[in-house]
């Protein structure tokens, strides 16, 4: 699976998650809490929409941090880094 694929799967799970966004809303720095609304009951179904759907990810309790969580770039380094793809 190519990178902007992977991108274009992350915005699909928090526009899935989050009520009213948009994808226009949502930037590589987007704070995901502060600009686009995540809570801890949206981001628990925002990775779920990602375990669902990038083939090959499972979010590992052992890597995990909150600082994953602080813009949409942090969480898109965090999948790639689980899924082992270089940019």
Known sequence: MNTN????????????????????QI??????KNDLGIDSLSSM???TFLEDNIE???VNPDTIEARHFNTLQAIYD??????????
């Open 78 to 87: 965090y999948v790639l880094s689980e899924l082992q793809v270089a940019v």
């Open 27 to 32: 930037q590589l720095d987007s704070h995901l």
């Open 56 to 58: 090959g990810f499972e």
């Open 5 to 24: 694929k992977i991108l274009d799967l992350i915005k699909d799970g928090l526009i899935d998650s989050i009520a009213n966004l948009k994808k226009e």
């Open 45 to 47: 179904f925002f990775l």
